[in-house]
């Protein structure tokens, strides 16, 4: 048995498979992909989660710091978010990566804070322990590490424009549409901040949206496609 693992239905997977070819999704978000009519191998893809760790953590509620995960999505209409980003950025120390993209953009940022860190490239687990060290993961304009940072009990805010759980986000009432006004920014990362009680929602509820991505939670998808296709 062969199975190839993609994130989205190419050009040439629309060609009937062969008997003993799979497909697999690493994202269960990604169930609209593979389940189109248009599109003939659907009986015979899966989605199989990718692993994220064994458990999850409590709401990281104590912390005070910003995760700034990736670079900014500067392909969309980023500009007329950057004043009210920079103002909340300027009242907390920050865990972020791309140092020199976010000073070309957000010059009056102290880059100097003592209490701030900024990463280029550092291991996988030391990105996780950065982010535990914050309050809240804040990509921009796009989905960041979004998974991660619901494990280690960190919420993050959600773009429409980002595209991979807008219903999530919009369920929680954090999705900043992608004609939403500056101000729609800062009431999601406030909320978020200052709110306790819809910190706690907000970490719980996605917590049991990723739930797949539990260890625990994969293998079942991965037993489940195994006995399928009559490996178990």
């Known amino acids: 048995k062969y199975v190839a693992l993609k994130w989205s239905p190419e050009d040439y997977l629309y060609k009937p498979f062969e008997e003993n070819f799979y497909l697999a999704y690493p994202y269960t978000s990604h169930h609209y992909n593979f389940s189109r009519a248009n599109f003939p191998n659907r009986d015979k893809t899966f989605a199989l989660p990718t692993w994220f760790g064994d458990s999850f953590h409590e709401p990281n509620?104590?912390?005070?710091?910003?995760?700034?995960?990736?670079?900014?999505?500067?392909?969309?209409?980023?500009?007329?978010?950057?004043?009210?980003?920079?103002?909340?950025?300027?009242?907390?120390?920050?865990?972020?990566?791309?140092?020199?993209?976010?000073?070309?953009?957000?010059?009056?940022?102290?880059?100097?804070?003592?209490?701030?860190?900024?990463?280029?490239?550092?291991?996988?687990?030391?990105?996780?322990?950065?982010?535990?060290?914050?309050?809240?993961?804040?990509?921009?304009?796009?989905?960041?590490?979004?998974?991660?940072?619901t494990f280690m009990g960190v919420p993050s805010v959600f773009w429409e424009l980002g595209g991979f759980y807008n219903p999530l986000g919009r369920?929680?009432?954090?999705?900043?549409?992608?004609?939403a006004p500056p101000e729609r920014f800062t009431e999601?990362?406030?909320?978020?901040?200052?709110?306790?009680?819809?910190?706690?929602?907000?970490?719980?509820?996605?917590?049991?949206y990723f739930v797949a991505h539990t260890f625990a939670g994969a293998m079942k998808y991965f037993n489940l496609m195994c006995e399928t296709v009559g490996l178990l």
Not at 171 to 179: R, S
Not at 194 to 208: A, F, I, L
């Open 171 to 179: 369920m929680l009432d954090i999705l900043i549409e992608h004609d």
């Open 61 to 149: 509620w104590a912390a005070t710091k910003i995760f700034l995960p990736g670079k900014i999505d500067t392909n969309r209409d980023f500009e007329k978010y950057a004043e009210v980003i920079a103002e909340f950025l300027s009242k907390h120390s920050i865990e972020g990566t791309s140092k020199e993209q976010f000073q070309q953009y957000f010059p009056s940022l102290n880059f100097r804070d003592s209490n701030s860190n900024w990463h280029e490239q550092i291991p996988y687990d030391q990105v996780l322990d950065a982010m535990h060290r914050c309050r809240i993961s804040l990509p921009i304009l796009n989905p960041g590490t979004i998974i991660e940072a």
């Open 188 to 208: 999601v990362v406030e909320l978020l901040m200052y709110n306790r009680k819809k910190y706690h929602e907000v970490v719980y509820t996605m917590q049991d």
